[in-house]
C-alpha cells in the first residue's frame, strides 16, 4: 500500500509538472533561444552531425506561431538553413544550394516548445505509468527536473524494439532545456520495409529569453531560386559527369563514351535510397560485363559519409562524389533520382523516387539497348 501511495504520487507530481510546462508556454507572448543538437543517421553507419541554431518566436493569443525567424548552422559555423514564418506564409532558405520555397500550411504553425509541451500532454494521456520521473540533475548549471518517456518498450525476435526520450525542464523557468530521442525496431516506408534501424538525436536549449521584443524580419529571396521540379525531359542530352570517385580521382565515364549508363543522384539520408540500393546491386551484377556501368552520385555528403554509407548498405555498385551544381545541371528532383542515359548521351528513361516496378522497367529497357 505504501508502495502503491508513492507510486501515485510520483504519477501526480508527474501530471502536475507537464501541465505547468504547457501552461507556461501557452501563456508566452515571445520566446527567442540558442540550440545545439547532434543528430545519427539510422541509414549509415557512425555518421554523426552536430549543429547549432537560434530560434526567434512571437505567438498568437491561441499559442500558435504568428512571426517565426530560425537559422541552423552545420558544425563548422556555416548556416546551412534559415526558415521564416511570417504572414501566413513559411518561407524555407537553403543556404547550400541557393534554392527556396514558400508555402501557406494547411495547420497553424506550432513552436518547438509548444511541440514539446504537446507530446508531454499526449504522453500523460497515453499511460502515465511510462514516464519516470528520475532524480533532480543539474544540466549546464541549471536545475532540472529529469524524466525518461518510454513511447514504445517490447522485445521481438530477440531484438529489444524501443522508442523513449529523455526529457530535462529547467525548475525556475519550467521550460525545457534538453531532449534526448533514441529508439531502435523495424521500419518501413510506404509499406516497404527499411530493415532494423538505430535511431539517436538530441537538442539543448540555452540563452532563453520570454517575452521580449522581436524584431520581425522582411523576406528577401534576392539571390535564391524556387527548387526545381521538371527532370530532364526524354530525349534530351545529358551534361558532361563532373565527378570523382572515392580516392578523388577524375574517373574515365562520360554521358557519350558508347556506353549505357544508368545515372543516379541519391542522399545518405533519404529514407527511399535504402529500398533502391539492393535494386542497384542486382542490375550491377546482372549487366557487369556488358557496356553499361551504373553512375551513382552523391552530391550533398562528404567522401567519409558516402564511405560509411556503403558499408552499411553493402553496396557493390560505383559511387562517385560531385558539387551541387552537377545535381543542378541533371535537372534533379528529389532523391533517388534516376536517368537511363545511351550511348550518346541521351536520356531514354527516367524516375523520380523510388518504386516496386522501376527494376522491371529499367531492365526491359536495358535489354533492348543492349540488344538482348
Known amino acids: ?13 508527474t501530471a502536475k509538472i507537464f ?55 552545420n558544425n563548422l559555423g556555416e548556416t546551412t538553413f534559415r526558415s521564416i514564418y511570417s504572414g501566413g506564409k513559411l518561407y524555407g532558405f537553403s543556404i547550400n544550394d541557393s534554392t527556396y520555397t514558400e508555402e501557406i500550411p494547411k495547420e497553424k504553425v506550432a513552436s518547438e516548445m509548444a511541440k514539446l509541451a504537446e507530446s508531454m500532454l499526449n504522453s500523460l494521456k497515453k499511460k502515465s505509468d511510462n514516464i519516470i520521473q528520475r532524480k533532480d540533475t543539474i544540466f549546464e548549471g541549471r536545475n532540472c527536473f529529469n524524466f525518461l518517456i518510454k513511447s514504445y518498450d517490447s522485445t521481438i525476435n530477440g531484438n529489444h524494439d524501443y522508442t523513449y526520450q529523455q526529457l530535462l525542464v529547467d525548475k525556475k523557468i519550467t521550460l525545457p532545456v534538453y531532449v534526448k530521442d533514441t529508439g531502435a525496431g523495424m521500419t518501413y516506408k510506404e509499406g516497404l520495409p527499411l530493415g532494423r534501424l538505430i535511431f539517436f538525436n538530441e537538442k539543448s536549449f540555452s540563452d532563453i529569453k520570454i517575452n521580449q521584443k522581436i524584431a520581425v524580419l522582411p523576406i528577401e529571396t534576392t539571390g535564391f531560386t524556387k527548387p526545381n521540379t521538371q527532370m530532364l525531359e526524354i530525349g534530351a542530352k545529358t551534361p558532361e559527369l563532373a565527378i570523382r570517385d572515392l580516392s578523388g580521382r577524375v574517373p574515365d565515364v562520360k554521358t557519350n563514351s558508347k556506353k549505357l549508363l544508368l545515372v543516379v543522384f541519391g542522399a545518405t539520408d533519404c529514407s527511399a535510397n535504402p529500398l533502391a540500393n539492393p535494386m542497384l546491386n542486382r542490375i550491377y551484377a546482372k549487366y557487369a560485363t556488358d557496356d553499361f556501368a551504373i553512375v551513382n552520385i552523391y552530391t550533398n555528403e562528404t567522401t567519409d559519409q558516402v564511405k560509411k554509407y556503403i558499408e552499411a548498405n553493402n553496396i557493390k555498385f560505383p559511387v562517385y562524389t560531385a558539387s551541387r551544381k552537377l545535381s543542378k545541371e541533371f535537372k534533379t528532383a528529389g532523391t533517388p533520382n534516376f536517368y537511363l542515359v545511351d550511348k550518346n548521351g541521351i536520356v531514354v528513361n527516367k524516375s523520380k523516387g523510388y518504386a516496386e516496378s522501376l527494376e522491371e522497367r529499367f531492365t526491359n529497357e536495358i535489354d533492348k539497348l543492349l540488344e538482348k
Open 19 to 73: 501541465n505547468k510546462v504547457a501552461e507556461r508556454i501557452h501563456t508566452l507572448k515571445s520566446i527567442s533561444y540558442r540550440t545545439k543538437f547532434t543528430d545519427k543517421n539510422p541509414f549509415s553507419k557512425d555518421d554523426i552531425s552536430t549543429g547549432r541554431g537560434s530560434t526567434s518566436v512571437i505567438l498568437e493569443a491561441d499559442g500558435s506561431i504568428k512571426y517565426k525567424h530560425e537559422i541552423t548552422d
Open 1 to 13: 500500500m505504501v508502495l502503491l501511495s508513492a507510486s501515485m504520487y510520483a504519477q501526480n507530481e
